[in-house]
């Protein structure tokens, strides 16, 4: 029988590709450029997943749909024939903890739904806004655990809230060294005790998708996509 295809390789999860609606692409023209790079490198289904914070990008799913489908058209237009899709990464505040119960929520994989939080502090609800998500029926993937500093000064979190079922969703960047030393040593320490559930691109500019093309040609990368991950149920 032949062997299952590594899917995990041709779809990218995790970006910021809808242009000018969050700190990732500025234009159409940025857009089409990292797209085409990351056909490039073999990717023909793309999830992307515009940041959803109150403060800083105030994005509902009517503007990122919206978005989605200009975008889509773009692809068309330009002969680029990739499959593209739209959820969100939301930003846990006090306004989401608030208010998520009443909203329509960006998700992906049915119910799963990607977080993520200050990089700095703690957020103090934490705990209890995982759990009111779990409790409401949506899976809970936290966007780039090996990033925050309140976690990776204390692994022992990591194992705290893999525990309570939140599922790690690691940057293939991180891997790499872009980000700090210290944070390619989370992430590794994540990959050696088996916490990773996805990985993501989390791909800003292109720059982001140039480093990756190059990871990609790594044993590393090779290690990672060997592990049994969500992405290849997208
Ligand atoms: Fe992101």
Redesign the pocket.
Known sequence: MAAEPDRSQCVDF?S?LLPGIDDGCKTLDDSLTIIRELQYQGINHIIT?P?IFKELYPNTPEIILEKLKLLQSALIQNNINIKLEAAA?YYLDEWFCQNFQTMDLLTFKGNHILV?TNYMERPHFLEQVFFDLQTSGYAVVF??PERYNYLINNYNAFHSLFDRGILFQCNLLSFTGYYSPQIKKAANYLLKHNMISMIGS?IHKIKHAQIISEFKKSKAYQNLIQLDLLNNTL
């Open positions: 995790h910021h997943t940041h990464e993520e966007a780039h989390d």
